[in-house]
C-alpha cells in the first residue's frame, strides 16, 4: 500500500463525515449508541460536553486528552487532527483568553465545520489550519501541550509525526496523546485493508514498536496513564485482545 492512497482514503472518509455523509469508525466504543453516548464512553463527561457547541461532538476518539493533560491559564496548545473541535474547546476553555489553541487537520471539511462551530461558540481564542500531521504549519518551540486523540494512528509515517511533534515543541513543553496500539499479530489482510485504516485499526502498530518512536523522536518521561481493551461487542473478533487504547503522556 502507497502512503499517497492511503491519505487520500482517510482524508476522503473524514470529509464525509464532516459532512455527515458516514458514521463513526471502529476506534470508537460501540456503533449503536448515539454520538453523545459514545463520546461519555471514550472519557467525556456530560458536563464538558454541556460546555461545547454540540456540532463539535462527532464521537470519533478512544479517549479525552484534554482530561490528563493540566492545561493551565495562558497556556498555548496544539491539537493534531481537531476535526470537528470538541477537544480544542474543551481546552480553551481551560486556557483562558489569555492563552490560545490550535487544531490542525488535514480535512477541508473538518476546517470549515470546527470554524463554523467556533463562530457559533464565540471563541475568540482558538485557530484552526489545514495541514498534516507529519509537516505542522507551525514554527518550532512555540507549543505548550499538544494532545491528539486517536489520529497518529492513522499516518503511514508515525516516526516522521512524532518529530514534527518534538520540533514545534517548546523545551519543557509536554505531550497527552490517546491513541490505538496492537499487542500480538493483526492478520495482514486487515493491514492492507484502506477501510481498516480509516477505522484506526489497519495502522495500529505494536505498543513497544509505538513508544520507541516517541523516545527515537527525543521526548523523556514517556508514560502510558491508562489503557483499555476492547471487548467482542466493540470490535472485529480476529482484534479481539490485540487492539488497545492508550492514553501516554511524554515532556520534551
Known sequence: MQEKEIKEFVKNRYGKMAKKEDSCCSCCPS????????????????EELKSIPEEAVFGLGCGNP????????????????????IDVFLAANKVGDNGKVIGVDMTPEMIGTANKNAKKGGYTNVNFKLGEIENLPLEENTIDVIISNCV???????????????RV??????ILVSDLVTEGFIPEEIRR??????????????????????KNAGFKEVEILEQHFFTENEMDERLIGKITSIQLKAVK
Not at 456503533?31 to 456530560?46: C, L, M
Not at 515543541?169 to 509536554?174: A, D, V
Request: net charge negative; proline share 4%; with cysteine.
Open 66 to 85: 484534554t482530561a490528563l493533560a493540566e492545561i493551565r491559564k495562558g497556556e498555548t496548545v496544539l491539537d493534531l487532527g481537531s476535526g470537528g473541535g
Open 152 to 166: 497518529i494512528n492513522l499516518t503511514p509515517d508515525k516516526n516522521k509525526a512524532y518529530r514534527e511533534v518534538y
Open 193 to 214: 485493508n484502506f477501510q481498516a485504516w480509516s477505522e484506526c485499526v489497519g495502522g495500529a502498530m505494536e505498543k513497544q514498536d509505538y513508544l520507541n518512536n516517541i
Open 169 to 174: 515543541l517548546k523545551p519543557g513543553g509536554r
Open 31 to 46: 456503533g449503536d449508541d448515539s454520538i453523545t453516548e459514545q463520546a461519555q464512553a471514550a472519557g467525556y463527561s456530560p
